[in-house]
C-alpha cells in the first residue's frame, strides 16, 4: 500500500523558514519523480516543484523560485522541501505526490501538513 506521510509544516512569521518531509514507502521510491504540491485556503491544488527518481533536474513553479529548494534521499525513502524567506502567500496545505508536475491532479499524495505564514 502506497503511504506518503508528510511532517515539518507550522506557523512561521514572514521571511521565515521550514523544512518539510515526507516519508515513503508501499512503493519503489528510487524509480519514481516526487513532487510538492500545496492547496491555499479556498483554492485549488498548485504544483510547487517537483523532483526526478534520481534527484536532478529539480523544477520549481515561478512564485517559490530561488526560496525553496526540493531534495530527495533514496536510501532512506524520503522528500525534502526546504522553504526559505516566506511569504504570507505561502500559505496552505503542503502535500508530497508521486510524479512531476505532468500528473496533475497528482492522485497520490499524502494527508498533507498545513503551513501558515502569518504576523
Not at 515513503?24 to 510538492?36: C, L, R, V
Amino acid at each position: 500500500k502506497v503511504q506518503l506521510v508528510e511532517s515539518g509544516g507550522g506557523l512561521v512569521q514572514p521571511g521565515g523558514s521550514l523544512r518539510l518531509s515526507c516519508a515513503a514507502s508501499g512503493f519503489p521510491f528510487d524509480e519514481d519523480a516526487m513532487a510538492w504540491v500545496r492547496q491555499p485556503p479556498g483554492k485549488g491544488l498548485e504544483w510547487v516543484s517537483d523532483i526526478s527518481s534520481r534527484g536532478t533536474g529539480p523544477s520549481y513553479a515561478d512564485a517559490v523560485k530561488g526560496r525553496f529548494t526540493i531534495s530527495r534521499d533514496n536510501a532512506k525513502n524520503m522528500l525534502y522541501l526546504e522553504m526559505n524567506r516566506l511569504k504570507i502567500e505561502d500559505t496552505a496545505m503542503y502535500f508530497c505526490a508521486i510524479g512531476s508536475y505532468y500528473n496533475k491532479p497528482w492522485v497520490r499524495r499524502g494527508q498533507g501538513t498545513q503551513v501558515t505564514v502569518s504576523s
